[in-house]
């Protein structure tokens, strides 16, 4: 059974840069697809972008084009969320998910993906 925990969410300000890890246990990240979302209160969760286990490609929303980048680690089955130039609005419960597909083609979608962490908050804040 496919496990996610996510870790490195804090209070930053505006500008600033942080760094999500989620790591991965139970099967290896090579036949997935990783996703990290986020949800604030009232609201659907969001998919800010997603890499291909298999051959690391990456698609990201709109609004974190060029700031947020995806990354992963197989030999240590984690993958990471680097942040930079956080903005007030991107405050949120930010989670990582696992879709059993080995590729992705687009932004991801929340109903796409079957395996969900507990999530980790950032505030973005001064």
């Known amino acids: 059974q496919l496990q996610l925990v996510e870790s490195g969410g804090a209070l930053v300000q505006p500008g600033g840069s942080l760094r999500l890890s989620c790591a991965v246990s139970g099967a290896n990240i090579f036949n997935y697809a990783l996703a990290w979302f986020r949800q604030v209160p009232g609201k659907e969760k969001e998919g800010v972008g997603c890499i291909s286990g298999t051959d690391g490609v990456t698609f990201y929303v709109d609004s974190v084009q060029g700031r947020f980048r995806i990354s992963k680690d197989n030999a240590k089955n984690m993958v990471y969320l680097q942040m930079n130039n956080l903005k007030p609005e991107d405050t949120a419960l930010y989670y990582c998910?696992?879709?059993?597909?080995?590729?992705?083609?687009?932004?991801?979608?929340?109903?796409?993906?079957?395996?969900w962490g507990q999530g980790t908050q950032v505030t973005v804040s001064s």
């Open positions: 998910a696992a879709g059993p597909m080995r590729w992705v083609v687009d932004v991801p979608k929340a109903f796409q993906y079957t395996i």
